[in-house]
Nanobody, 125 residues
Framework: QVQLVESGGGLVQAGGSLRLSCAVS????????MAWFRQAPGKGRNGVAS????????YYADSVKGRFTISRDNAKNTVYLQMNSLNPEDTAVYYC??????????????????WGQGTQVTVSS
């Protein structure tokens, strides 16, 4: 059974940092793209960052470039999202996702086959 389990969310003050983790299990994801999405209250789910597991190629939403870093640890089967310089607009539920689709349009929700349950990130002003 494929599982993606997020952790690391919480409450942080503006300007602070958090690191989210996504532990994956149930299959080999070496040929997959992994991504982080987020959904703020009353809004749609949007792509934050993605990484191709095998090559390490990364993509970021413009709103997080220079502040967030996505990475993966092959030995731990874990994907990370390091979030720095957080601001209240980053408040959302963050989801980890996986897709076999390696096309350039990495942020399409419909491309993703597997999802985690989400972890809440709240940034206070």
């Amino acid at each position: 059974q494929v599982q993606l389990v997020e952790s690391g969310g919480g409450l942080v003050q503006a300007g602070g940092s958090l690191r989210l983790s996504c532990a994956v299990s149930g299959r080999t994801f070496s040929g997959y793209r992994m991504a982080w999405f987020r959904q703020a209250p009353g809004k749609g789910r949007n792509g934050v960052a993605s990484i191709r597991w095998s090559l390490g190629t990364t993509y970021y939403a413009d709103s997080v470039k220079g502040r967030f870093t996505i990475s993966r640890d092959n030995a731990k089967n874990t994907v990370y999202l390091q979030m720095n310089s957080l601001n209240p607009e980053d408040t959302a539920v963050y989801y980890c996702a996986a897709t076999i689709n390696l096309g350039s349009v990495w942020y399409l929700i419909s491309h993703y086959d597997y999802w985690g349950q989400g972890t809440q990130v709240t940034v206070s002003s």
